[in-house]
């Protein structure tokens, strides 16, 4: 905990995080007040019994202190704002929100790199995103601030405005692109077929329907599609459509739109993925796309889309010279 208040230090306040799992809070709690407020978190005594109470008493004894306080769990509605509000009233102190507006998609895809308890089940998500309230002035902040992710791993920080009145009419349903190989389906079975020259590309692309699913990736998939459409670009060509289309269909996934390398076509999957990815983004709202290739997301990246790179199969060097070198899948 930082040392007791003295001149020159950060005022005395306490700070309440509002927003999803997933969000960003943390790693903003470490970016903007590690070095001068205490992080009182419900996460670090999950074990804990009276977790609340336990909760209440490390801010109280902070705020006794002079110690600025920063509140990191959902804090999703009034009922965890307001005993807060009267634990900085009871101190004098002033009591600041920072709004995380809810990205459920983007929490879905931060939450799917996760590991261990950090990783959140998608009902928690959905559960949350159910009872989350944006807080206001009214409600007994002296201050209110919103924090969207910049794109760039920063974070942009404003006054938060009162929401607009909705905007009428229909609006573009959000869609996520998926990788196939690497990110939902296991090619390492199949790989013997092209590691020896001349590379057997017939046998290769004919073994691609017995490819078992990435779970990590069509678990992720699935979950995505509960919230918005789907669409897939891959770097397999376009004689594999009928067969991809069947594979996708077994494990459960909703059709949407397959962007496939054409038949011919060897240019790198750093180039050619991007530019199918653009086609598409020209008639879809793209929110962000899933791929297992460093240097494919990369270029995603560069393009200005949002970008996970999933790193659920572990890196197949082969795979990634024949995808990059000879314009292969």
């Known amino acids: 905990m930082p040392e007791p208040n003295e001149a020159g230090a950060a005022r005395t306040e306490l700070v309440v995080l509002v927003g999803l799992q997933a969000s960003g809070k943390s790693t903003f709690y470490a970016r903007t007040f590690a070095g001068t407020h205490a992080l009182v978190s419900k996460d670090l005594f999950r074990g804990a019994r009276h977790r609340q109470r336990r909760q209440m008493r490390l801010v109280d004894e902070a705020l006794a202190q002079g110690v600025p306080v920063v509140v990191d769990n959902t804090n999703p509605s009034p009922v965890e704002w307001d005993p807060l509000v009267a634990a900085a009233r009871s101190h004098g102190v002033p009591v600041v929100a920072y709004w995380f507006p809810p990205d459920l998609i983007g929490s879905l895809l931060r939450n799917a790199v996760r590991e261990g308890r950090a990783k959140v089940p998608e009902v928690g998500l959905c559960a949350t995103l159910k009872r989350l309230r944006r807080p206001r ?7 209110v601030h919103e924090v969207r992710l910049d794109g760039h791993g920063g974070f942009l920080v404003r006054p938060a405005e009162e929401p607009s009145p909705e905007v009428t009419g229909p609006r573009p349903r959000a869609v996520v692109v ?4 690497g990110t939902l389906a296991d090619v390492r079975h199949r790989l013997h077929l092209v590691r020896a020259r001349p590379r057997d ?3 290769f692309f004919a073994a691609a329907p017995a490819d078992p699913p990435l779970a990590e990736g069509v678990r992720l998939a699935l979950a995505c599609a509960r919230q918005c459409r789907l669409a897939y670009v891959t770097g397999r060509p376009e004689s594999c459509r009928r067969a991809t289309e069947e ?3 077994r494990q459960g996934l909703p059709a949407g739109p397959l962007l496939m390398r054409r038949d011919g076509d060897r240019r790198p999957a750093r180039t050619v993925k991007p530019e199918l990815l653009r086609s598409l983004a020209q008639e879809q709202c793209v929110t962000a796309v899933v791929d297992d290739d460093e240097q494919v997301c990369a270029a995603y990246e560069a393009a200005g889309f949002r970008v996970l790179h ?3 199969m572990e890196p197949q060097p082969l795979l990634e010279y024949v995808q990059e070198r000879e314009g292969r899948t």
Do not use: V
Request: charged content about 25%.
């Open 310 to 312: 999933a790193p659920w």
């Open 201 to 203: 590309w017939d046998a």
């Open 137 to 143: 002035t009214a409600d007994g902040f002296d201050a």
């Open 178 to 181: 998926f990788d196939l190989d």
């Open 247 to 249: 594979w996708l269909a």
